[in-house]
């Protein structure tokens, strides 16, 4: 899995995106803990709104931002996006009100929007062979749970020295340290974001990608697999402080260690695919992920059920654990998809695509998760099952019958 790093320009890269996601994940649980701070009785609600807010940004702006740098050094669009992300979370620290957390919100998930997708837009021109490509899906996947499991415990070895306020200038340190590492490292010789599409008109760029989902009978069932993993990772990204906390009687420790318990389940997934995409297809990979994360949402009334609170924090750790899990085998094979039907030249498009289509089932889950559970716990919990089954359901009734394995796919290539 770790041959990618052999080539010089993904490494750098690859540390750039592991020290901005390290910074993300303080972000994160920073923000969960301010939250609570400024509104204990509506920190979900706080915190809901606030992630809707980010959903907003990544939804709307990714395509719009793909579309407006087309034509701009792929290298200056993301040292840009880094910078301006260091400088608001430079910012956060100094709120006082929570709809001052808002706009701050809104324009550093502006910058990531812009930022990720061009970043994954450049890996496919960089390695060239599908296995190795594979190997760094997987790799970028573990970065994106270093967030989710390692960020937590740096968060909660930090909160013993430091009010959580201060993890934001942990967030602007992981920006910086990407921005430093991107201008280090060696591009690929197209300079702008994509050659044929910086020639299509700004209206066509901005909606070709989403087009491509709909009308490409490979891409389509990747839709529903969005809709399946946003359902289940809403709940947990938003009510796992309110669990821990309130149900459970925890601390901060408590929240960030669910958090990494996730992250791991993840991880795990990112650590297995590589070899096990060898030998079964991404249809079996893929819809076994969103099964598994559907299945443990269903189980969450049980376990919050539970009286006790170190019985009670095991369950939804184990769940959480298998929603992670789920979760990756869902998502890690998104880019293979992608790369093996759409054209060099469509990259651009489809990852923002992509990054803004995933955002958008977010952006509606988000708020479920958030104000259903203000309401009720189990209650938000059975919804959001419910929308990941209809959505695995329709990811298999919608995937082409006649894909073939990745090795078959692989040799025909």
């Known amino acids: ?114 930022f990720t997708p061009t970043f994954q837009s450049v890996i496919p021109e960089i390695l060239h062979e599908e296995e190795e490509y594979t190997n760094a899906l997987s790799l970028s996947r573990l970065a994106y749970d270093l967030e989710a499991a390692l960020s937590p415990m740096l968060a909660a070895a930090l909160l013993l020295v430091m009010h959580s306020n ?29 050659d044929d599409e910086s020639e299509i008109p700004f209206g ?61 389940g993840s991880m795990l997934g990112a650590f297995t695919l590589p070899r096990l995409l060898q030998h079964i297809p991404e249809k079996t990979v893929m819809l076994a992920g969103a099964l598994l994360l559907t299945f443990a949402t269903m189980l969450i009334p049980l376990a919050l059920g539970i009286s006790s609170r170190t019985p009670g924090l095991i369950a939804i750790g184990a769940l959480w654990l298998a929603i992670g899990l789920g979760w990756a085998s869902a998502e890690t094979p998104v880019g293979r998809i992608i790369r093996r039907h759409t054209s060099p030249g469509q990259f651009g498009q489809a990852f923002a695509a992509q990054f803004s289509l995933s955002h958008a089932c977010w952006l509606g889950t988000y708020p479920l998760a958030g104000w259903l559970g203000t309401w009720s716990l189990t209650g938000a919990a059975i919804v959001l099952a419910a929308i990941a089954a209809v959505s695995a359901a329709g990811a298999f009734s919608t995937w082409p019958r006649t894909t073939a394995s990745p090795m078959m796919t692989s040799q025909s290539s």
């Open 204 to 264: 066509k760029r901005a909606r070709g990608g989403i087009e491509l989902f709909f009308h490409n009978p490979h891409l389509r069932p990747i839709l529903f697999l969005n809709l399946a993993v946003a359902a289940a990772g809403a709940f947990v990204l938003v009510q796992t402080v309110v669990i821990a906390k309130t149900n459970f009687g925890g601390d901060d420790g408590t929240v960030a260690l669910l958090l990494a318990v996730n992250g791991a």
């Open 166 to 194: 201060d993890l934001f200038f942990g967030t602007a340190l992981g920006f910086l340290g990407s921005a430093l590492l991107v201008a280090s490292a060696a591009f690929p010789t197209k300079g702008s974001i994509g």
């Open 1 to 114: 899995m770790l041959t990618p790093l052999r080539n010089p320009a993904y490494r750098k890269l690859f540390a750039a995106q592991i020290i901005a996601l390290i910074g993300t994940g303080l972000a994160t649980v920073a923000l969960g803990l301010l939250a609570y701070e400024l509104d204990p009785k509506n920190a979900a609600g706080v915190l809901g709104t606030a992630l809707t807010v980010k959903m907003v940004a990544y939804v709307f702006v990714a395509p719009l931002a793909s579309a407006a740098v087309a034509k701009l050094s792929r290298r200056s669009v993301l040292i840009g996006a880094d910078l301006l992300r260091l400088v608001v979370a430079a910012s956060l620290p100094f709120v006082t009100e929570t709809w001052q957390i808002y706009p701050l919100i809104f324009i550093l998930q502006a910058a990531s929007a812009t």
